[in-house]
């Protein structure tokens, strides 16, 4: 009834700490209060049959008193009674069942108000205070219903405590069972903390065993590079020396070389006035010297003495100096090299060459140019 809603709404605003359990209240109250409407006029029908009922057992008892001439009528009196409350008792299952009904959808409603409560949470916070005023009415006229319909009512409170109570011990139950689970969470985290713990103390020993064993590598690597660097500078080294000895061998060996052969050319070339002045003098002063060589003269001497010479005496001598000119003309054409093809082609053509190319430029020596130039050609042509 209207009375024991609002009992219940009294003991929920007093008994909680949290502004959201009595939004949710609030939320429930309003689910329930059309079907406290409809059940309070189910229970004023019920009672209002039962009222009947008693009455007509009064009926019945008066039936017993009277006289036996109505017989008949007592039982028909009885038939009716017992049909009567027959009708009240499957009205009264009726009502029930369907209070039974319609507690289940509030209930479902309940759980429907229940997830909008999360909602509702910012908006309860403001109208705390107004719902503080409102609840200490309502709990004043709660009061006032409950003094008035306790007797009536004492049976539901009953029921309402025992749910109640049952609500309790569940509830006491989840929160054990919460706690009970918070404390394995929290277990479990600490054990996953405590293993993530040694996995990243595993992985920094093996970080600094492998930075240690890199490390000795490097060392190792660099040892290995040093002796290396340092045996190629030993061998660079010995090379060098090497190299430096080879060419210090071969500029000395050039030198040598180059000193053999100038020595070879002046050689050479000493054999060549030695043979060429084997001819003997090639003027008559220079033979009539050789001839008065060693005699105790002196250069002035001879001349004076050369040139105080008569005439037949001078002719003798010009005429050996021309026999002496005449074979070293031989000897110098004897060691003459044998003209090429190119040098003989040269001596025959380059004549008329030259002459043509002094009619087309002024200037000598461009003229030889050209006329180098036109031979070479000619003889290439000629091949």
Do not use: W
């Amino acid at each position: 009834s209207k009375a024991t809603v609002s009992v219940l709404y009294c003991f929920l605003h007093h008994t909680t700490k949290m502004n959201s359990l009595r939004v949710a209240t609030r939320t429930t109250l309003r689910a329930f209060a059309p079907l406290a409407r409809v059940t309070g006029l189910d229970l004023m029908q019920v009672r209002t049959k039962v009222t009947a009922a008693k009455k007509g057992k009064a009926a019945k008892k008066a039936v017993k008193v009277a006289a036996p001439k109505k017989a008949v009528k007592k039982v028909a009196a009885k038939k009716t009674v017992k049909k009567a409350v027959k009708k009240v008792a499957v009205k009264a299952k009726a009502a029930k069942k369907a209070v039974a009904k319609k507690a289940a959808v509030a209930t479902k409603k309940a759980a429907v108000a229940k997830k909008r409560v999360a909602v509702a949470k910012k908006v309860a916070a403001k109208k705390d205070k107004i719902a503080a005023k409102k609840a200490a009415v309502a709990a004043k006229k709660a009061k006032a219903a409950a003094i008035r319909q306790r007797a009536a009512e004492r049976a539901r409170a009953k029921k309402a405590a025992a749910a109640k109570k049952r609500a309790a011990l569940k509830a006491k139950a989840a929160k054990a069972k919460e706690a009970a689970a918070k404390k394995k969470a929290v277990a479990a985290k600490r054990k996953e903390a405590a293993k993530v713990k040694a996995l990243k103390v595993k992985k920094i020993a093996a970080k600094k065993r492998a930075a240690a064993a890199k490390k000795n590598a490097a060392l190792k690597a660099k040892a290995a590079r040093a002796r290396i660097a340092k045996k190629n500078a030993v061998l660079k080294l010995k090379a060098a020396k090497v190299k430096l000895a080879q060419k210090n061998a071969a500029a000395k060996a050039k030198v040598q070389a180059a000193k053999a052969k100038v020595a070879a050319k002046k050689a050479d070339v000493k054999v060549k006035k030695d043979k060429i002045k084997s001819s003997g003098p090639v003027t008559a002063q220079t033979l009539f010297m050789q001839q008065n060589k060693g005699k105790g003269m002196g250069l002035k001497q001879m001349h004076e003495k050369f040139n105080a010479l008569g005439a037949a005496e001078k002719k003798a001598l010009v005429d050996q100096a021309k026999k002496n000119l005449a074979k070293r003309q031989e000897i110098r054409k004897s060691m003459k090299q044998p003209s090429n093809k190119y040098a003989i082609f040269t001596k025959k053509n380059f004549p008329a060459a030259y002459q043509s190319a002094l009619k087309q430029t002024k200037d000598k020596k461009e003229a030889f140019k050209l006329a180098t130039k036109s031979v070479s050609t000619q003889y290439k042509q000629s091949q």
